[in-house]
């Protein structure tokens, strides 16, 4: 898979494209400003870009920015914005642009390299993949609360469906056999009143959907 | 005896001393003609505006041209009066500080007031000026007067001896004898003469020609406000500029360090057990370090803060306390930055106070703007008993920590702060900011 990185450090550029070399992708191009990135994916058409959250000029939210722009012009390109910070309210961002093939990760998350792999297999193949951190924070705006409902276990099932995992992901993540997923995923559509779904990627979305309501 | 003699002695010293000091004499000479100016410049000005209302009222005689001088004259006398009180008042200060170095500052409210003469002859200050003025060109050239008068003495004394005011005939022994008598009197408290003169003139025109005690205050407090605004914003200055330097310098070799260490252990295979163990237990390391680093840069200062507002900014410490938080956010309008920071300190300092002190399982944070005000409101369902030395004392932590720290920094911004915590709970800080700048 081709892959265009931006990132503003050298030092972190060069990491990431080891990383991603030995993680079997191809790295089309290495930049270090949103501009740049632009260009570079409308030349190099890649799979996926990788872009880090804070560049130059302003060092705010250029990548969030250039991530929506690349969603817009370019649909066919998945990105997986990474920072140091998550905010949900970028996160909110970025799925008011698109909810597929879209990722948001904590820029902590590329040293567990198989996991951070994973995410980006699954953004390139149309997936999502949220930060948990982003997730939690989105946890902690819930008023009036159909959450309350939920026991512990279903409140960790339905964090990791919106961090983007599939059954069978969260079955791995809770050690837990696949049928137990299973139930705690009706539980939860059944208590938050949501339309029970059979693919993930719109399971994700309507868990998203409710979140961010 | 002895104690007496020194006495004596310091005296002659000190008298020495006073004669060589020249300032007040100077200043009081000074006076005098500046007196003598100012009589002449403001009698003059009174009375020809007195003058031209006279001749307007009583009926201009001659042609229309001297009417309309006279009409003119009476409209611009109170300004060419204000004009000569203010210069006059200026070139007293002026000779304040040049004679004695003293510095006398002009009274406030000044800008504009130049073209407005209705509304400074409405002020007190050019009142009090020109009372200043009317103690000079009277008190003040008689107290000059004085003073040269005692300087002068032996010349006078010579003089009068010398036949000069009585026609050439030269006074007795007697009168000679008390003139001589009396010029050295005058001479030898000349420099005594010329230092009350001054002394009471420097408090004259303290009164009269500074700012007035409540001006002094105003400006002052404005300062102070100023100077504590400055210290504020140096420290939300501060705390941007750490936050950069953390996140551009030592996050970036972190991360760098914590990928390379997890790259190792990926390529791992079959290393031998001790080699594997070492660098599972290095990357584990790293990657806590790199959490511990980013919960504690995003207590200070996080970008999302200045980009888009508390609001968005709290997410992040809410989700990231140790206990389960509920945040409500009401503020449609953003707050001055400097504010905003503030909340967002006072919200994080206080979610760390209750992790660290309340015990609590859980805790709500609700941020509201009402008007003018921001309403912080942070409870919890911990043991309560808390006050406001508990954080700084338990945490053993300095000042500026606790909540005491909270308090300190909601009224450097003129916010107020209450803690109310009962034994056994819950706590509620409550805490309002002014949301202008």
Redesign the interface.
């Given at each position: 898979m081709r892959v265009v990185i931006a990132e503003d450090?050298v030092?972190?550029q060069a990491?990431?494209t080891?990383?991603l070399t030995?993680g079997g992708f191809e790295v089309v191009a290495a930049v270090g400003d949103a501009d740049q990135l632009l260009r570079a994916v409308g030349e190099h058409r890649p799979d996926v870009a990788v872009v880090d959250v804070?560049m130059p000029p302003t060092?705010?939210?250029e990548g969030i920015r250039a991530a929506l722009v690349i969603g817009r012009q370019y649909p066919e390109v998945a990105v997986l914005v990474l920072s140091?910070?998550?905010?949900?309210?970028?996160a909110t961002d970025l799925l008011s642009e698109r909810t597929s093939a879209v990722g948001y990760l904590?820029?902590?998350r590329?040293?567990?390299?198989?996991d951070f792999l994973d995410a980006l297999r699954r953004v390139a193949a149309g997936g999502t993949a949220l930060d948990p951190?982003v997730v939690?924070?989105?946890?902690?705006?819930?008023?009036a609360d159909p959450l309350d409902r939920l026991t512990p276990r279903e409140l960790q099932v339905l964090q990791l469906m919106a961090e983007g995992r599939s059954n069978n992901g969260i079955t791995e993540a809770l050690r837990v056999s696949p049928s137990a997923v299973e139930k705690y995923v009706s539980n939860i559509f059944a208590k938050l009143d949501l339309a029970p779904t059979d693919t993930d990627h719109r399971r994700v979305l309507a868990v998203l959907t409710f979140l961010r309501s | 005896m002895a104690a007496g003699l020194g006495g004596v002695y310091r005296e002659a010293m000190s008298w020495v001393e006073n004669l060589r000091d020249w300032r007040p004499t100077l200043h009081a000479l000074a006076g005098l003609g500046v007196g003598a100016v100012t009589g002449a410049l403001l009698g003059g000005l009174v009375l020809g505006w007195l003058a031209a209302i006279w001749s307007l009222v009583d009926g201009p005689t001659g042609g229309w041209e001297l009417a309309v001088f006279y009409v003119v004259v009476a409209a611009a006398g109170p300004v060419l009066l204000l004009w000569g009180v203010q210069g006059l008042g200026a070139l007293q200060r002026a000779r304040f500080g040049a004679a004695l170095g003293v510095e006398i500052p002009p009274p406030g409210g000044r800008d504009g007031a130049w073209l407005r003469p209705v509304r400074a002859w409405g002020a007190p200050a050019t009142w009090r000026q020109l009372g200043y003025h009317l103690l000079a060109m009277t008190v003040g050239v008689a107290a000059g007067a004085l003073v040269a008068a005692c300087w002068s003495g032996p010349v006078l004394a010579v003089a009068y001896l010398a036949g000069v005011w009585d026609g050439g005939r030269r006074p007795g022994i007697g009168p000679g004898l008390g003139a001589v008598v009396a010029a050295a009197a005058a001479l030898a408290a000349a420099p005594w003469v010329a230092r009350a003169v001054a002394r009471a003139d420097e408090a004259a025109a303290r009164a009269l020609l500074g700012p007035s005690r409540g001006e002094e205050l105003a400006v002052r407090v404005e300062s102070l406000a100023r100077s504590r605004a400055e210290i504020v914003a140096a420290t939300d200055a501060e705390r941007r500029r750490i936050e950069?330097d953390l996140?551009?310098g030592t996050?970036?070799?972190l991360?760098?360090l914590?990928?390379?260490?997890?790259?190792a252990?990926?390529?791992l295979g079959d290393a031998p057990e001790p080699v594997r163990q070492v660098i599972e237990q290095a990357?584990d390391e790293?990657?806590e370090a790199?959490?511990e680093l980013?919960q504690l840069v995003?207590g200070l200062h996080?970008?999302?803060l200045?980009?888009?507002g508390l609001?968005?900014?709290l997410?992040?410490i809410?989700?990231?306390a140790p206990l389960p938080?509920?945040?409500?956010v009401d503020v449609a309008t953003r707050c001055s930055p400097s504010i905003e920071a503030v909340a967002y300190f006072v919200v994080s300092e206080a979610l760390t106070n209750v992790a660290k002190h309340a015990d609590a399982g859980h805790a709500e944070v609700t941020v509201e703007r009402a008007g003018d005000r921001l309403r912080i409101v942070v409870s919890d369902d911990g043991r309560g008993g808390a006050t406001l030395d508990a954080g700084t004392a338990a945490a053993g932590d300095g000042a500026g920590t606790g909540l005491r720290g909270l308090a300190q920094r909601a009224a450097a911004v003129d916010g107020t702060f209450a803690v109310h915590s009962p034994p056994g709970g819950p706590t509620t800080i409550t805490v309002e900011l002014p949301c202008g700048s």
């Open positions: 450090s030092l972190l990491g990431l080891k990383l030995d804070r060092h705010t939210d140091q910070y998550v905010e949900e309210r970028y904590l820029k902590d590329v040293a567990q390299v198989a951190e939690a924070q989105l946890l902690v705006r819930r008023r | 950069r996140h551009d996050q970036r070799r991360v760098s914590a990928m390379q260490l997890g790259m252990r990926n390529s990357h790293a990657t790199l959490a980013r995003r996080p970008a999302v200045d980009d888009r609001d968005a900014a997410s992040g809410a989700a990231n938080v509920r945040l409500r």
